[in-house]
């Protein structure tokens, strides 16, 4: 993968947390050309991003501080929308806010990202791939996630509608669809659960970039699971 990815421009928005950090590392290894965006509240970069990593601050539920970013970027291949939030609770306890909260966070974050990418790769006439980011509840219905699952619910139907309408663009549309993925954030919330089972985000990484990648030809419209031993 790493030739296929070597000199291409590739976009990852939520760049600040587990699984955005574990993509950009990967693009870089491919000597991929990296933008990241990342919340104006982010503190700074990993030093190994210096001088190989064009950093952006964004909301990515705001629509022209997205627009904006993505505008500023030429020759873009690919946007793996890695940014997202999550609320557990029964639904006596589930408000209205919560769920707007949820719906704001990841599915117009999905939304706004991918639709700028899709613009700025048709400009470049060669095609490119979008990769979202769903969740396992979507497909393994969990109780007390349903803001949560509604929201990641619509992150599918959103990729599964793109990949039909962007397939004559030659662009591919695709989502995975992780169980929990072993971060020091899970880990601390979960202390007592069977890590080892956990895929890592490096792991996630690797089969979005497959996704993401000149190599995949085919794939477009699924929503990939990628659960680990879980």
Known sequence: M??????????????????GSALVERLLDAKTVVHAIVSPRHGEAPSSWANHVTMHRADLRDDAA????????????????????????PIESTTAEEARRMFEINAVSALL?????????????????????SARPV????????????????VAALTQTLAVELRP???????????LIDSPANRAAMPDADHAVWPTAA???????HLASPAN??????????????
């Open 2 to 19: 790493s030739a296929d990815m070597q000199g291409r421009t590739a976009v990852v928005a939520g760049a600040a947390g587990a699984l």
């Open 66 to 89: 997205v627009s904006a970013v993505y505008a500023g970027i030429d020759n873009v291949w690919a946007s793996l929308q890695a940014v997202g939030g999550f609320a557990v609770g």
């Open 113 to 133: 990202c991918s639709r700028a990418a899709a613009k700025r790769i048709r400009l470049t006439g060669a095609g490119g791939r979008i990769v979202n980011v």
């Open 139 to 154: 497909l393994a219905p969990v109780a007390g996630l349903t803001a949560y699952a509604m929201s990641k619910a619509a």
């Open 169 to 179: 663009d030659r662009i591919l549309v695709n989502a995975i669809v992780p169980s």
């Open 203 to 209: 792991q996630v990484a690797d089969v979005m970039l």
């Open 217 to 230: 030809v085919l794939t477009s419209g699924a929503l990939v699971p990628v659960y680990g031993g879980a």
